[in-house]
């Protein structure tokens, strides 16, 4: 891998810890991208560059929108950092070892997000009686700048399913230190989410779960297809009301079935008021305090519409969504093909099963939820991985013939 994947990867991941240092990041991203041009080393073209010219044309509008710019010229900064990693990967992953590398470096992210959320995390208690109380006493937070439950869950939802499906699919053709680490990754992260008793992300999981099954055997499908039918007589035997009873705590509104239901009533009041241009990144609460106050949930208490597609739409409009919409379609279907398309390789079809995943995660947490878009200071690796997807993509499928017989591996 280049030297521009080293500084633009390091810049950004310092940008996450120091947002102070968000900008400086993004001036050495555009000088980056100033001296590929001088040069001439060219960039790769991907199938979703229209998607993300875009969303950079609607940058001068969210700016010009926005109430207060202080909060969205951060929003908008922390998108250009995503952006800039994104193509820094794709021109930088020339060969299936850079690949396997990249997958290593997300598996260890994965890991220190696990391990610094066991000692950063604000924890919620009670949303599933299942897990211990006494567990979270053993957890002391010991950092001053914590993180939200439902936020950790996010990113790790986001990045175990990498893991878990190179496990399934590439178990035999894996080094042992390899399977040593990605075993230790999926096992303390999905151990982390359940701690986190984020109802979105465990509904993730699980719909992960019955997807890498049917993609990792010809009959799959069948196992899936049992668990849930396992699951809904559960569900049907506790009943429904109790069902929700026993899904819900007492102390948050918002968290409350109501509460979420008054949120997003207020971002679809946004959405057709400001439907060309967005309210501004990051202007949820104080646009929904200031115009379209709340009843059950306290003022000043809510900061994003708690959907993720919602809350795009919000921040930059109609035609904001539907570019971000058309990337993270183009993702999903690239990495899909990644897995089915023939390859003999085991390990890249893992690698593509679980960018898959991924975009399952995301869509099924971003429901509740609207931890990947930039209102978080983690963002930036929704499009580290989305990077990881594309160079997969023009490495090892870009070309092949789509009549090629798909492979399942028994």
């Known amino acids: 891998m280049n030297l521009e994947l080293w500084l633009v990867a390091g810049a950004v991941a310092i940008s996450m810890l120091f947002e102070r240092l968000l900008l400086p990041a993004v001036i050495l991203i555009g000088v980056l991208l100033a001296i590929r041009l001088v040069t001439k080393a060219g960039f790769k073209r991907t199938p979703v560059d229209w998607g993300i010219a875009g969303l950079i044309l609607m940058f001068p509008i969210t700016l010009w929108a926005t109430a207060i710019p202080a909060i969205t010229i951060t929003q908008v900064l922390r998108l250009l950092a995503g952006i800039g990693l994104f193509y820094a990967i794709v021109n930088g992953i020339k060969v299936k070892t850079h ?8 598996t260890i992210l994965g890991i220190a997000l696990a391990l610094i959320g066991l000692v950063n995390t604000t924890w919620i208690l009670d949303k599933l009686p299942l897990i211990p109380g006494s567990i979270y006493a053993r957890l002391p937070t010991i950092l001053a700048d914590t993180i939200h ?15 878990l499906a190179i496990l399934l699919f590439a178990w035999k053709d894996l080094p042992i230190r390899d ?7 999926a096992a303390l992260m999905t151990a982390v989410v359940l701690l986190t008793q984020s109802r979105g992300a465990i509904s993730a999981y699980m719909v992960i779960a019955g997807v890498l099954i049917t993609l990792r055997w010809k009959h799959g499908w069948i196992i899936f297809i049992t668990i849930s039918l396992i699951a809904l007589i559960g569900v049907v035997s506790l009943g429904t009301g109790a069902f929700l009873d026993q899904t819900q705590i007492t102390g948050d509104s918002a968290e409350k079935l109501e509460g979420r239901i008054e949120i997003w009533s207020r971002g679809i009041y946004m959405l057709k008021d400001f439907p060309l241009t967005g309210i501004g990144m990051g202007l949820f609460g104080d646009t929904a305090d200031a115009i379209f106050p709340f009843f059950i949930n306290r003022p ?10 919602l809350q795009i739409g919000i921040d930059l409009g109609v035609p904001g969504l ?12 690239l990495s899909w093909r990644s897995s089915r398309i023939g390859l003999p390789d085991r390990w890249i079809a893992g690698l593509g099963a679980g960018i898959f995943c991924s975009q399952i995660g995301i869509a099924v947490h971003g429901m509740t939820d609207s931890v990947s878009w930039g209102m978080v200071k983690l963002a930036p690796i929704v499009w580290g991985v989305w990077g990881l997807a594309v160079a997969a993509w023009i490495i090892h499928v870009n070309g092949v013939n789509f009549n090629a017989t798909h492979h399942r591996y028994d």
């Open 99 to 106: 690949l396997q590398f990249a997958s290593l470096g997300i």
């Open 179 to 185: 399977r040593v680490l990605y075993s230790i990754a």
């Open 300 to 309: 000043g208490s809510v900061p994003h519409a708690h959907n993720l597609f």
């Open 149 to 163: 439950p439902n936020v950790l869950a996010g990113y790790l939802v986001l990045l175990s399913p990498i893991s």
């Open 322 to 333: 539907i570019s971000w919409l058309s990337i993270f379609l183009v993702i999903g279907y």
